[in-house]
């Protein structure tokens, strides 16, 4: 996620000093302040880390380096990721056992060298480019033979052959690792040597299994070795026992709390076949794997692939039918045939899938895979052709892409080529390939605009075909996050997202969501105004980006919790509500579930005639309405920091838990702020909002684990 910095300003091409968005601020608190006196007024116009899913399926997302202590580099250093069965106990050299174990992390500077025990072969990508192969390498290799430009960057590594053994890396001196973000869902890959890639150029990575999790955006792994067996017998090893070892080799136990797949999907029987197994002892072996799977990974999906060369498909069927009979209602069996077409699609007569083959095979079983977990299989190819009529997917780019990713309440549906943001601080993120970026706009419009987790660029009333890059960039996968200014008070900017304009032969792929949203319910403080980005240097979005969670602000300026007759908006009334300053229509609330709410209202609420009673009443309302749309929310009332309205909001609470709601906390702030950190005597500065995230955000993360 982009760190929080003072912008650079462009209009199009060029930048200038920043100064137009604290005027706008400015003179919105002005124009309030003219009207009404300063109490009637009140407030006008506007660490942990989550893992998610990648930008890139092939490679992480930086986080903001300033949410996320800086790493050294070391076998141990937390900001390094370790996909597979990895053994890391010796703390100096980290090595992947079976196929496919990869290392994913982001790092600072503009160098990135590798330490290597003895010579070895891997593969290494950064920022998300094609995959370099070095070959017989040793010592402290260079993986950026070319200087990166400054800034956050990313890394993957994985091990062919040879010494398969990471001792680190080597930064630039006073760079350093900072988190990455990795998908929150991952699939084991279980099999033989078709599923290890064997005979491709690559071998794990042009797998079936690697290429189906790139497709799904998920973390992969594959507890696959050549001439692997599922039965143990005639010298044959079988991954019935051997699934669950640490190594393809030896008696270690692997810990299974160190990961939990979302996935399994097993390809045995094809060696069994010489190793005289019979089909009494196929299909014992495999219900009793599949049921010792399930002990470890309890909400997995397995899914049984019939062989290619249709091998004991009664006997997997069968064991896939006693495992359902048993009431595992999550077990399902594959039929492959005609996936493949022999002679085009393999590699040799023994059943080995060449490159293309083995992308035909992810690209029906990524659809199947999906279905079941709910996910959208990126790229993938459906299993069956429907003879229904579907509706044409938007162009890459378009406002209807799937890739691109709308957080915070956007209309979507009054208009398909123009999708607006309600509300303060939605902002959309997607990827894109290619070399330049362009924004569509309407009518002028302040925004701001972060490309591959850089520093915020504000673009000032910009309209028409905005160019995000008036310096291309290198070619490549890249991201993308834009906002807009908040359109309320004085400020009327036309924030309409018309889509993208993208290189020739460019496309969009899905970026990096992260799995926990925090959603901040409020007035002009929740809005950020008079800080110096707005809702961007807001407390909420600063706690968003810092706890890695995808952020909304449900406030507007003036905003108060209490409907009464002055017409001044009532969150009570319009939190269910896709536009603040309409009553029509709902919002839906499936289009996304928060995991926590945060709620800061009362200090407008005080001299519009609002009694104790009335107060309490709404705020209990709001918490009621709040449990209806998000169940499983954890919900903090957050004492206001003029403390106004303290007690009524203490007693919603106390009767929400009482009432058996135990996710909901009340949250003293008495103190927080000094009078330094206030822009005037209600909103806090840019300092004043840091300080709100200090204390807030740790309260935050306890609850949400």
């Not at 009637?40 to 380096?65: F, K, Y």
């Not at 069927?317 to 022999?342: E, F, I, P, Q």
């Not at 999906?370 to 052709?385: C, V």
């Not at 008036?470 to 993308?480: D, E, I, K, V």
Request: glycine share 10%; net charge neutral.
């Amino acid at each position: 996620m982009p760190p929080i910095t003072p912008p650079t300003r462009s209009t199009g091409a060029t930048t200038r000093t920043p100064g137009r968005a604290a005027a706008h601020a400015a003179r919105a608190v002005l124009l309030l302040v003219m009207s009404t006196s300063l109490l009637v007024w009140g407030l006008s116009l506007g660490g942990t880390r989550a893992h998610a899913a990648q930008a890139r399926p092939t490679q992480a997302t930086a986080q903001d380096p300033a949410a996320t202590a800086q790493g050294n580099g070391s076998v141990t250093d937390p900001n390094i990721s370790y996909v597979g069965r990895w053994d890391v106990s010796s703390g100096t050299a980290a090595v992947p056992n079976w196929t496919g174990g990869y290392l994913q992390t982001a790092f600072t500077g503009t160098t990135v060298k590798v330490k290597a025990r003895d010579a070895v072969n891997f593969y290494a990508s950064v920022d998300g480019a094609a995959d370099v192969f070095y070959a017989g390498v040793k010592g402290t290799v260079n993986l950026t033979p070319q200087a990166l430009p400054q800034g956050n960057h990313t890394l993957r590594i994985s091990y062919r052959s040879g010494d398969t053994v990471f001792q680190g890396l080597v930064l630039d001196s006073g760079a350093g690792t900072i988190s990455p973000q990795v998908p929150s869902k991952l699939i084991e890959f279980v099999g033989d040597s078709i599923t290890a890639g064997a005979l491709t150029d690559r071998l794990a990575l042009d797998s079936y299994g690697w290429k189906t999790g790139e497709k799904l955006g998920m973390r992969h792994t594959q507890i696959a070795r050549s001439g692997y067996c599922l039965v143990g017998k005639d010298g044959c090893t079988g991954l019935a026992t051997q699934f669950f070892k640490t190594a393809s080799t030896g008696d270690q136990n692997w810990d299974f709390s160190r990961y939990q797949a979302n996935a399994v999907v097993i390809n045995l029987g094809t060696n069994d076949v010489g190793h005289s197994v019979t089909g009494a002892e196929f299909q014992s072996a495999y219900t009793n794997l599949l049921r010792e799977i399930r002990a470890k990974y309890p909400n997995a999906a397995l899914f049984a692939l019939q062989t290619l060369k249709k091998r004991y498909v009664t006997e997997t069927k069968a064991a896939v039918s006693a495992r359902t009979g048993a009431g595992d209602a999550k077990v399902y069996y594959v039929d492959t045939t005609g996936w493949l077409t022999d002679g085009t699609d393999y590699e040799d007569g023994n059943g080995h899938p060449n490159e293309s083959g083995h992308t035909k095979f992810a690209n029906r079983l990524a659809p199947v895979i999906s279905s079941k977990l709910g996910i959208t299989a990126a790229n993938a190819q459906p299993a069956t052709i429907k003879t229904a009529t579907k509706a044409a997917a938007a162009a890459p780019g378009a406002p209807g892409d799937p890739n691109i990713k709308f957080s915070g309440r956007w209309d979507t549906k009054s208009s398909s080529t123009a999708y607006t943001p309600y509300w303060a601080g939605a902002y959309f993120r997607t990827g894109f390939t290619g070399r330049t970026v362009k924004l569509k706009q309407r009518n002028a419009i302040d925004l701001w605009a972060s490309i591959d987790g850089g520093p915020a660029t504000f673009f000032d009333e910009a309209k028409g075909t905005v160019n995000l890059t008036p310096t291309p960039l290198s070619a490549g996968n890249h991201t993308l996050q834009v906002n807009y200014q908040v359109v309320a008070g004085s400020y009327h900017g036309d924030a309409v997202f018309q889509g993208l304009v993208l290189d020739s032969g460019a496309t969009t792929f899905t970026p990096a969501t992260p799995k926990k949203l925090i959603e901040f319910v409020g007035d002009s403080i929740t809005v950020g105004t008079t800080t110096s980005q707005n809702a961007r240097t807001a407390y909420g979005w600063l706690i968003g980006e810092r706890l890695g969670a995808d952020h909304t602000q449900i406030a507007q300026g003036g905003a108060a919790l209490v409907d009464t007759a002055d017409d001044r908006m009532s969150l009570e009334q319009q939190f269910t509500k896709l536009n603040p300053n309409a009553a029509t229509p709902d919002w839906d609330f499936s289009r996304y579930q928060a995991n926590a709410v945060v709620i800061n209202l009362g200090t407008n609420d005080v001299g519009r005639g609002v009694t104790s009673a009335q107060f309490q009443a709404a705020y209990s309302s709001l918490l009621r309405k709040v449990r209806t749309a998000y169940p499983n929310a954890w919900i903090f009332a957050l004492e206001t920091f003029r403390g106004r309205f303290v007690p009524e909001t203490q007693a919603a609470v106390t009767a929400a838990v009482s009432g058996g709601d135990s996710k909901v906390s009340f949250v003293d702030t008495t103190g927080w702020l000094a009078s330094d950190e206030l822009s005037d005597s209600v909103h806090p500065n840019d300092k004043g909002h840091r300080t709100i995230a200090d204390h807030l955000a740790p309260i935050i993360s306890a609850k949400l684990g």
